[in-house]
């Protein structure tokens, strides 16, 4: 087996005196779909900002590639091989969608922006809108841009939070296509969602969270449809401390 | 080490460094120049601060060479807060500076660039300034060297600012807590400012304003160096 393209070991975070994650530790194999679900406060998006080195960590560790990312010594190779979604969408509202998408670029220091930049217009269908100003895109246009945005610099992970909000079925299809895309790339992929019947249908893996721990991570053959894994969920929730 | 020190997580790649810097700039200039919101709330406000002052001054028949350096700079300062007061409230707001954070750009870069686009919008707003003082006042400006002792002091307060901007951007009370936090720091800065520009109003030879400033360069140092290296630690969560 391949050496994971994300490890994560015994990670902690606290906010106060309330644990948000105990003790979380898994990994994510190159092409691997992974996705997170749990009850809302689970600690899905906490868990996906640390991953995103948005939130310091109260202890635990992270490798991306071979980054130590806990100790913050080499965050900005880390972060080149990160894509992050997460609740908002990271945009200039006074910009076009072309110039975000072009700033973001040119943070990531890319060669061949203008090119790159269609290419994931173009993948995200948003190419005849790349000259709007942002904020008069539709939430899902934007959701759609923040997802171009992702794909600009070609991360070996992706990490997407609730990334099918505001996306109308079209775009969500689309988005399922481009995580599989990902996959066969030998990209990792780790998303949370609350929409159980899409992310199942794409993940080759879940990992159930609930008050800040793992309580079961099952693989795809585990599950023999959405009735079967929910039947699973409800069980492992209702018996998880 | 040199010029590690100045650069700390760069890894030796300035050129990399100073692009992303100045692609900072130019989006916040962009976004600026299609709304030119700030821009002119701090233009309106400063010219307003001047007017009233000169209404005061006039009916008390006031040499305004000796108390013109102070008018001014309340005008600057007061003014400057307002520019710098959005300046990562609109980032927060929005989570774009999260945006900015996940990418492998050197926060050190995300400091200057703001700190030079800061520093843009306030010399834009003096540049308004200056001359309405001069017409309003009835004072021919030695614009040599008054513009280099006032951009001297702007940069120091610019860069002073736009760390505790950040600072006050992830507080509830920001606006209420930039002016608290800026206004006690940047005093020995704007009192060097404000001899500075009063001894070229009054047409001083350089050696009587020596003294003021030096310590206004000190301070320019000072102030971009404690923001360059606290910065990282204020931006992250």
Known sequence: ?241 | MGFGIWLPSSKGIPLKFLRQTFAIVQKDLAAELRTKENLSAMVVFALIVLVIFNFAFELQGVDITVVGAGVLWVAFTFSGILGLGRSFAAERDKGSLEGVLLSPVDRGAVFLGKAISNFIFIAVMQAATLPLFAILNNVALPWFPLVPYVLLGTFGFAAMGTLLSAIAASTKMREVMLPILLFPVSIPLLMAAVKLTGGALQARAFAEVALWFNLLILYDVLFLVVAFWVFEYVVEE
């Open chain 1, 1 to 241: 087996m391949s050496a994971p393209l994300l490890a994560v070991e015994k990670l902690d975070k606290q906010f106060g005196a309330r644990w948000a994650l105990r003790g979380v530790t898994f990994q994510v194999a190159p092409g691997e779909i992974v996705a997170l679900v749990g009850p809302n406060g689970a600690g899905k998006t906490t868990l996906l900002r640390i991953l995103g080195t948005l939130t310091r960590p109260n202890g635990g560790r992270v490798f991306v590639r071979d980054t130590h990312r806990a100790t913050l010594d080499r965050a900005d190779a880390a972060r080149a091989a990160i894509g992050f979604v997460g609740h908002q969408t990271f945009m200039y509202d006074d910009l076009t969608a072309r110039e975000n998408l072009n700033f973001y670029a040119r943070l990531y220091d890319l060669t061949e922006r203008a090119q790159r930049i269609r290419a994931v217009a173009a993948r995200v269908g948003i190419e005849h809108r790349l000259d709007d100003l942002t904020r008069t895109l539709s939430r899902g246009l934007q959701q759609r841009l923040t997802i171009a945005r992702v794909l600009l610099h070609q991360p070996a992970v992706l990490l997407l939070d609730e990334p099918y909000t505001g996306l109308d079925k079209a775009a969500a299809d689309m988005l399922d296509q481009i995580m599989l895309d990902a996959k066969s790339a030998g990209r990792a992929i780790l998303f949370s969602t609350h929409d159980l019947a899409r992310g199942l249908a794409v993940c080759d893996r879940a990992i159930m969270l609930k008050a800040g721990r793992i309580v079961h991570d099952l693989p795809r053959a585990g599950w023999r449809d959405l009735a079967g894994f929910m039947e699973i969920y409800a069980h492992v929730l209702a018996g998880a401390k």
